[in-house]
C-alpha cells in the first residue's frame, strides 16, 4: 500500500511558476513509475507528466518545455516543476504510482489532489 500526499498548489498570475510536491509513505517508492494527472471542471482527467524508475521523462505535448518531473527517492517525493503557467493550466493536480513498469499503464495509488489556479 502506498499512501500520496500532494502539496504545492495555489493561485498564481499567467506567466508565473509553482513547484508541486508528492510525498509517498512506505518503503518501495523508487520501484514505481511516478505520475502527474490533471482534471479541470468539467472535463476528464489527462495526464501530465511521468517519470521512470530509471529517471525516463515522458510529459504531455501541453506543457513540454514549460514543466518538469523530477524525484527524490532519498526523499520518497517527486516533483513538478511549472513555469509560463497559463490560464488553461488551472486544475487540480494528482499525483500517482504505477507499478506494472509502464508510464502509459494502469496506476495503483492516487493522492487526494492539490488546486492549481491560474489567473490571467
Known amino acids: 500500500q502506498v499512501q500520496l500526499v500532494e502539496s504545492g498548489g495555489g493561485l498564481v498570475q499567467a506567466g508565473g511558476s509553482l513547484i508541486l510536491s508528492c510525498a509517498a509513505s512506505?518503503?518501495?517508492?523508487?520501484?514505481?513509475?511516478m505520475g502527474w494527472f490533471r482534471q479541470a471542471p468539467g472535463k476528464e482527467r489527462e495526464f501530465v507528466a511521468a517519470?521512470?524508475?530509471?529517471?525516463?521523462?515522458y510529459y504531455a505535448d501541453s506543457v513540454k518545455g514549460r514543466f518538469t518531473i523530477s524525484r527524490d527517492n532519498a526523499k520518497n517525493t517527486v516533483y513538478l516543476q511549472m513555469n509560463s503557467l497559463k490560464p488553461e493550466d488551472t486544475a487540480v493536480y494528482y499525483c500517482?504510482?504505477?507499478?506494472?513498469?509502464?508510464?502509459?499503464?494502469?496506476?495503483?495509488?492516487w493522492g487526494r489532489g492539490t488546486q492549481v489556479t491560474v489567473s490571467p
Open positions: 512506505g518503503r518501495t517508492f523508487s520501484r514505481y513509475i
Open positions: 517519470i521512470s524508475r530509471s529517471g525516463g521523462l
Open positions: 500517482a504510482a504505477e507499478s506494472g513498469g509502464s508510464w502509459m499503464g494502469s496506476y495503483d495509488y
